[in-house]
C-alpha cells in the first residue's frame, strides 16, 4: 500500500508539472501559470509600487516585468532581524525571439526575422513545427480615453517552419552541421502568393466609424505596422486576443516548438519536454512552497521567512532590471524585513541568517558521451538533487552549505549527488554566485539532472521531479532548526 501511495504521489507532482510545462511556452506565461496556483493557494498579490502591510502568518507574491516573480511566506513567529529561507530559479529559456522588424521576403516567401537567445542548441530548431508566443502592447480606446495594456498571446497551432537544406545540395553536411544563425535560421512564414490571397484588405480590418481624424490615425499605425512586420502574422496574432492589428504597438515574442511535454519512455520513467531548464527547478521549488505553507498550522513555529525567487534573464547573464543581478532579491528582503522593523541594521542581520538555494538543471551522465564527465562526479537519472561544486566560483556551494542541504537528504531518506566539471572543460555557472557575491547570502547550488540541455527537446527524469520537490519542500519546514544548531563565524 506504501508503495502504492508513493507512486501515486510521483504521479500526481509530475502530472502537475507536465501541466506547467505545457502551460508555459514562455517567461511570461511561466510567471502567469506561477500567479494562478499561488492566488488558489491564498497568496496575495502586492505591488512594487505601493506601499506593503505585511502580516507574519501571511502569504504574498509580486511579479516584476511579468516574467520574474516572487513569493514568500511569512512565518508567525517572525520577527525583523530572522533570516529568509529561499530557493531560486529562473522562469527563461533559450530560444529564437522575434526582431524589432520581423518582415523578411525573398524567394517567394515571406520569413520572420529572429534573433538567439542564449546559448541555445540551434541545430534543434531545424524542422520542427513552430509557433509563436509572448506579450503584446496593445492599444485600447474607450469613451474617447486611450490606455495600454500588456497582453499576453499564444498561437498555439505550427505556423513556422525552418526547413534544412537537402543533402542533395550539401553533400558535406554529415560531416559538420554548422549553421549561419543571420542567415539560415529563419522561419518560413508562408509563400507570398499564398499571403497575398489570404490577405485581408487593409481597409476591412480599419476603422468602421467614427471622426475622419480617427481613421486617419488607425491607417498610419497600420502602415507603421506592415512596413516592419508580415500582415499575416499581425492578423494571426490580432485574431488571438480579439483587437484590430493596428491596435498592436509592440511585442516581446518568441518562435515556440509545438510539440507538448508529455511522460515517456519504454517503462514511461522520463519526461520529454522543451524548456526542463529551468522551468522544471521552476515548478519544483514553487509547489514545494505551496505544499509547505497549505495548512493552518504550517507557519505557527515559523520564525523565518520562505521565499521562491524566479528569475528572467539567467540564460543571458542576468543583468537586467528583473534578472538575478538586479536589485530583485535585496529589495525583497529590505522591504519585507521594514515591514516589521524600521531598523535599518537589522536587514545585516537577515542577510546572514539567511540561505539561499540556487536551483538550476544539472548535467546528467550521457551514456553516449560518458568522457565528458569526470570520473568521480557522474550524476545520473532517478539518483535525486545534485550538488555542484566550482572551486573557481561558477557555483556558490560551499561546505557548510552543502552539508545542509545533504543534512536535510539524511534525514528524509532522499537522494542526493555530486558534481564538479572536469579540469580541462570550462564549467558553467548559474544566478547562484551571482546572487551570493551580490546580497551576501550564503549559498548552495543545485539541480535536477537533465540530458539535452539547451535542446529544442530535453530530458529528465520522472523520480528526479518528485526527489526535488520533496527536497525542497522539506528545505522550507525545516531549515530554521537545522541552521540553529550550526557554528561557524564564532
Known sequence: MAKDASQSEVSSVVSHLIDFLNASPTAFHAVDEAKKQLRSAGYSQVSEREDWKLEAGKKYFFTRNHSTIVAFAIGKKYVAGNGFHIVGA???SPCLKLKPVTKVAKGGYLEVGVQTYGGGLWHTWFDRDLAVAGRLIIR????????YSHHLVRIEEPIMRIPTLA????????????ANTQSHLLPVLATSIKADLSKVVSENGGVESGPQTDKKEADKRIVTNISKHHMLLLQLLASQIGCKPDDICDFDLQACDTQPSIIAGATKEFIFSGRLDNLCMSFCSLKALIDSTSSESSLEDETGVRLVALFDHEEVGSNSAQGAGSPVMLDSLSRITDSFGPDSKLLEKTIQRSFLVSADMAHALHPNY????????????????VIKHNANQRYATNAVTSFIFKEIAAKHNLPIQEFVV?????????????????V????????SPQLSMHSIREMCAVDDVKHSYEHFKAYFQEFSHLDAKMTVDV
Open 90 to 92: 529562473h522562469t527563461d
Open 140 to 147: 485600447e480606446e474607450k469613451d474617447g480615453a486611450v490606455s
Open 167 to 178: 543533402i542533395h545540395l550539401d553533400r558535406d553536411v554529415n560531416d559538420g552541421f554548422k
Open 370 to 385: 560518458m568522457d565528458k564527465h569526470e570520473d568521480n562526479h557522474q550524476p545520473k537519472m532517478h539518483g535525486g538533487l
Open 422 to 438: 572536469r579540469n580541462d572543460m570550462p564549467c558553467g555557472s548559474t544566478i547562484g554566485p551571482i546572487l551570493a557575491s551580490g
Open 440 to 447: 551576501g547570502i550564503r549559498t548552495v547550488d543545485v539541480g
